[in-house]
């Protein structure tokens, strides 16, 4: 099966009375060529869940595949390069590097990964749908907050990623914007076979989504 999958998946922090269960047995499968939504109240394991699929951290117990191949069993370098090439974050706190224009966020993946990011044509549509053409030369510090999630979501395209997660990439957005953002998300899924993954608690996003799942409590079920 070619994208994400979790199965049994617990994530435990702390111990004794401070202990807190994230995750509770989690089974989640997210294919190539879908936008998968992950829907769930604050504190719901959201963001605990989309940093275990992406291997920016190890679940307690269970099992994370990628391409049905164990992400858990690559370490070190092999791992960091794996997440480079293979997965592009959107992440909460947008990570805009404070001291460069917003065309520079681009350059700067061009000099971490070398090969493989978008050519120029696909890059010119995406940022036009994104609304951020006019703002390549302004820096972070001058952005609003939706205008700073809609480059960070650019960034993480820029580099053509195989899986897409995105931690509440709606956050700031007015509404024509989601419909946009999840348009655009829904696109790269279907034409370009990636597979895109929204965690949110974001409803207006449920019209475009392929497979919806609902997390409360740590603990998943799909919707039918
Ligand atoms: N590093 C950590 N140490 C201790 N507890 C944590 C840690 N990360 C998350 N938690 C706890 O795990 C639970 C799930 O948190 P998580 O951030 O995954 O939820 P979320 O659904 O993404 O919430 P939000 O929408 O507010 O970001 C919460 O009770 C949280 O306090």
Redesign the pocket.
């Known amino acids: 099966m070619k994208g994400l999958t979790l199965e049994k998946v617990n994530k435990v922090?702390?111990s004794g009375l401070n202990q807190?269960q994230?995750l509770k047995d989690v089974d989640f499968e997210a294919k190539e060529g879908e936008l998968t939504l992950i829907l769930?109240p604050?504190?719901?394991?959201?963001?605990?869940?989309l940093t275990i699929l992406g291997g920016l951290q190890q679940p307690t117990s269970g099992t994370v595949l990628v391409n049905g191949k164990r992400l858990d069993s690559m370490q070190g370098k092999a791992a960091d390069a794996f997440r480079l090439s293979n997965i592009g974050f959107v992440l909460?706190s947008y990570n805009l590097v404070p001291y460069l224009s917003v065309e520079d966020q681009f350059v700067l993946v061009d000099k971490v990964k070398k090969e493989g990011n978008l050519d120029k044509k696909t890059f010119d549509e995406y940022i036009d749908r994104l609304g951020i053409k006019r703002l390549l030369h302004k820096f972070p510090g001058e952005l609003s907050g939706g205008q700073s999630q809609r480059v960070a979501i650019a960034r993480a395209l820029y580099a053509d990623p195989e899986f897409i997660l995105a931690d509440?990439p709606t956050a700031a957005l007015d509404s024509n914007r989601v419909k946009e953002v999840a348009q655009l998300f829904k696109d790269i899924a279907e034409k370009s076979g990636k597979a895109v993954v929204v965690?949110t608690?974001d409803l207006r996003l449920k019209e475009q989504a392929d497979k919806i799942y609902h997390l409360i409590d740590g603990q998943i079920s799909i919707e039918q």
């Open positions: 922090f702390g807190v994230a769930g604050s504190g719901s394991g959201k963001s605990t869940l909460q509440e965690v608690h």
